[in-house]
């Protein structure tokens, strides 16, 4: 059974810093492209970033581009999101998802078409 558990979440203040982690487990870490996906109160779940199986394709929503990193390990079974310059708008629940793919280079941008969910962590920007 695929499982994923985030991490490092917590409180900033504006214009801060936070590294989120997911860590897979029950299964082939290398067989998933992975996204990183939150939702704020009131509003719908959205997809903030996403990389394909190897690495070296990306996908960022608008307001994370330029200041959202994605990467992974598949040697440590791992996705990361390295979040600089924080707004008080990033303030929300932050989930990795996994979708099991068949091509190396797919990027995953549609939420339906991811398989896992991680609970997620909570992100809270302070202005």
């Known amino acids: 059974q695929v499982q994923l558990v985030e991490s490092g979440g917590g409180w900033v203040q504006a214009g801060g810093s936070l590294r989120l982690s997911c860590a897979l487990s029950?299964?082939?870490?290398?067989?998933?492209?992975m996204g990183w996906l939150r939702q704020a109160p009131g509003k719908e779940r959205e997809l903030v970033a996403a990389i394909n199986r190897i690495g070296g394709r990306t996908y960022y929503e608008e307001s994370a581009k330029g200041r959202f990193t994605i990467s992974r390990d598949n040697a440590k079974n791992t996705v990361y999101l390295q979040m600089e310059r924080l707004k008080s708008e990033d303030t929300a629940v932050y989930h990795c998802a996994a979708d099991r793919s068949s091509s190396v280079l797919q990027l995953t941008t549609t939420l339906n078409d991811y398989d896992y969910w991680g609970q997620g962590t909570q992100v809270t920007v302070s202005s």
């Open positions: 029950g299964s082939t870490f290398s067989l998933y492209a």
